[in-house]
């Protein structure tokens, strides 16, 4: 029971370790951690199952079973290292003589295993039992862990002296893959003269451990890495479009919005009033009175700041609907929410202020309103028109008023 404990705890450790990549969690972003590496790991997963199998069935003393058992373990062996090969190649990424000596190499051991295991059902070359149930191996037996050998060394040393041709975290990635092949290389020679210990098993966890703990958790943090600096990018892209959008949309003089983004503003009401989505809107249209007469006697210093305070006094009246600026001289706020419940009251009492500010020397500002008509097939343009229209019989009031417009 103790052969089986040691497979059935390197099995254990073997899938806790690499759970992320048995999972395909890695597959497209570690170079290990591709499709070749997760199939010689399910391989070995099969080793070590058919391994934990064997020891039990071998010391149960049931024949045939352990017979059956022993076939799939050397199967299963077999594919394991081959699947090592083709990982190796893929791993270099390199189309030479080697990669197609490794290739054939393998090709033709899976070839010579599957071969020497149909023989032995018929002549033991590979193992069989004696009388009294004791595992005894065979010639191929002791030829196919030579060839194994062969291959872990071969595509080990290549691996190291591809380490010698690169620097940092490369050269140190390849010569844990090459530490790997030397180590299996070494259980397996002992396993050779202790065919009863499970050694391969043995080789195969600490070599996985040794790939996933310096190579496949290296690999991950350079992908956290790559991928924060690539979240950062996205981020910061976002923010200069923002900040694009926000200057093309806003009027650089008084800081709110622009014409322009009255316009788009404009296809969204004109939508939402079609549809029936929009109840409840109205328009309020402003006109300065006076700037041109600040302009020609003060200057346009003097003007920009006439504007600028006017522009402040309409933000602070309709303070819950955006205010935009489209000309020199107008405005135009969307009476949205209580602006447009209070709507009454508040264009009376700007109305007051205006009248108030004729005495002060202050902003004098001539605004009209209007709201769509329920059931009246009303449009934007509409209101628009009437509340302009209602804007400039105001300034007409004020220019009565003696007051220049």
């Known amino acids: 029971m103790a052969y089986s404990s040691v497979a059935i705890l390197a099995l254990l450790v073997h899938v806790i370790i690499n759970y992320d990549v048995l999972k395909n969690s890695y597959e497209k972003k570690s170079k290990v951690s ?13 080793f070590f199952l058919s391994d934990a199998i064997w020891g039990i069935l071998y010391e149960a003393k049931l024949p045939l079973l352990i017979y059956t058992i022993t076939v799939i373990y050397f199967a299963v062996m077999a594919i394991s290292v081959f699947l090592w090969t083709k990982f ?106 202790y065919p009863l210990l499970p050694l391969y098993a043995i080789g195969y966890l600490l070599g996985t451990c040794l ?8 690999e991950k943090e350079d992908y956290r890495i790559e991928l924060e600096e690539h979240i950062f990018k996205e981020e910061l892209q976002r923010i200069e479009i923002g900040s694009t959008r926000l200057l093309a949309y806003t009027d650089p003089l008084t800081g709110i919005k622009n014409k322009r983004a009255f316009m788009e503003d404009q296809l969204d009401i004109e939508e939402g009033l079609a549809s029936g989505r929009l109840l409840e809107f109205g328009i309020v249209v402003f006109d300065l009175n006076g700037l041109k007469a600040v302009n020609d006697t003060k200057g346009h210093e003097a003007g920009d700041n006439y504007i600028k305070n006017s522009c402040k006094l309409i933000c602070e009246t309709f303070r819950h609907s955006p205010v935009y600026r489209i000309g020199g001289d107008e405005f135009v706020a969307f009476l949205e929410g209580e602006d447009f419940q209070n709507r009454e009251a508040i264009t009376t009492a700007f109305d007051k202020r205006m009248v108030e500010n004729l005495t002060k020397d202050d902003v004098v500002i001539s605004c009209g309103y209007d709201v ?6 009303d449009t934007f343009t509409k209101i628009f028109e009437r509340a302009d229209s209602k804007m400039y019989e105001r300034k007409r009031q004020l220019k009565e008023m003696n007051i220049p417009a």
Do not use: C
């Open 34 to 46: 591709n499709k070749f590496y997760r199939r010689f790991l399910f391989g070995i997963m099969a």
């Open 88 to 193: 190796v190649i893929e791993y270099l990424n390199e189309k030479n003589g080697f990669a197609t000596f490794v290739s054939v190499f393998g090709w033709i051991y899976l070839l010579f295993d599957g071969v020497s295991l149909l023989v032995n059902f018929f002549y033991p070359i590979k193992f069989y039992f004696d009388s009294d149930g004791i595992y005894r191996t065979g010639i191929t037996r002791h030829i196919a862990l030579v060839i194994q050998i062969l291959m872990f060394l071969i595509s080990a040393i290549y691996v190291f002296t591809r380490a010698m041709r690169v620097s940092g975290k490369t050269k140190h990635h390849h010569r844990t893959v090459g530490a790997f092949g030397i180590a299996m290389a070494l259980f397996i020679i002992f396993q050779f003269f």
């Open 211 to 218: 790939i996933h703990t310096f190579v496949v958790e290296d």
């Open 372 to 377: 769509y008509k329920i059931g009246e097939n």
